[in-house]
Structures are given as C-alpha cells and as structure tokens.
C-alpha cells in the first residue's frame, strides 16, 4: 500500500516544481506580511519580487496546461475539468494580483499602509488555494500518470517539459528547486543533469 500510495521509485512529475513553489509563495507572502509601507525603496522591491512570482505561477500554469494535462485527457478524457476550472481561476487571480501591486506603488501614507494589509490578504487567500490545488495534483493527477504512462514514458514528458523551457526561466526555476528538495530528490537531479546538460551548463 504504500508503494502503491508514494509511487516509490517511479518518475515524480510534480513533487520538484511544487516544492519549489510553496517555497517561493511562503518567502514572497512573509515578505508582503513585513513590508513597512513608509519605505518606497522596499515597496518597489518587495512588489517586484511579487510580480515576479506571478510571471512564474503563469508559466507554470501554462507549462501543465500544454505539456501535463494533454498527457492525461489522452487516456481519462474528461478526468480534468475541476482542475482545469482552477487553473481559469487562477489566471484570473494572477491578473489581479498584477493590479493590486501597481496599485500599492500609487499610494501614500495611511492609504499605502491599509492597502498593504489588503493585498496581504489577498495574496494569502490565492497561495492557501494554491496549496490546496497543488496537493490534489501530485495525489489525483499523478496518480493517473502513474496508471497511464510506463517510466519512461513519464520521463519522456519531464524531459520534453524542460526543454521547453527558455533557459533563463530554468536558470530563476532552478535555485528554488535545488534550495526546496531533499538531499537523496537534489543528487537524482543532478545525476539526470550530468548526462542531458550540455557540460558548461551543469557545471
């Protein structure tokens, strides 16, 4: 039961990425929850680094939308129509979101302060979704992969999911994964690196 409930040995599409993710969104969300709001140096950083984050929960949405969720309608047509739904709504929210940080650099005084606490919130609610969203992924949907696809098959579709990514994007991905994995998930990955990655690149 617990091989077949962890996947013990069988390709992970999920776990990095998300555990990159989390790790983004806490550092990001505590940051906003600490803002002094008297400070503009340290709300134009503090608002960068949130639009940064958005730009990175998009790709990723996209990146699953293009690359994972085809994989799976092709063999349980239908299965994803709640998650797909989530992930409309979280475009929306990033849009949003993307608002309220410009929004925030337009005000002053008493009124940055409120507004601060606001867009706090508000940033709250949408990564406590994302939480929610993401475990139903590594538990409903991988485990419809698993079902699916042949190792290698799965591998064939991480491999394809990161050569489409342009290598700037990889490179901002990569110190979240690597500070976000375990020891025994960071030496499989580097392990996978050494014998995909161009040796400049690895090194």
Not at 77 to 96: D, F, N, R, S
Not at 112 to 137: D, I, K
Not at 148 to 176: F, G, N, R, T, V
Request: net charge negative; proline share 4%; hydrophobic share 40%.
């Amino acid at each position: 039961k617990i091989v077949e409930a962890t996947g013990i040995g069988r390709p992970h599409l999920y776990t990095g990425i998300h555990k990159a993710l989390r790790k983004y969104m806490s550092e990001v969300l505590t940051s906003v929850g600490q803002l002094d709001a008297t400070d503009d140096l340290q709300c134009r950083e503090v608002m960068a680094d949130v639009q940064q984050l958005l730009d990175v929960l998009h790709g990723h949405v996209e990146t699953e939308n293009t690359m994972v969720h085809p994989a799976i309608e092709a063999r349980y047509p239908g299965t994803l129509a709640g998650i797909t739904a989530e992930h409309a709504g979280h475009e929306v929210a990033i849009e949003q979101l993307r608002h309220y940080t410009r929004t925030l650099l337009t005000l002053s005084g008493k009124e940055r302060g409120a507004f601060a606490l606001f867009l706090y919130r508000e940033l709250s609610s949408f990564v406590a979704e994302n939480l929610e969203h993401m475990l139903r992924e590594e538990t409903q949907n991988q485990h419809l992969l698993w079902a699916a696809y042949s190792d290698a098959e799965l591998l064939a579709i991480e491999q394809a999911i990161h050569a489409s990514l342009p290598p700037e994007k990889m490179a901002a991905l990569l110190p979240w994964i690597v500070s976000a994995i375990s020891v025994e998930e960071r030496l499989e990955m580097y392990q996978g690196m050494r014998q995909t990655a161009p040796p400049v690149a690895f090194d």
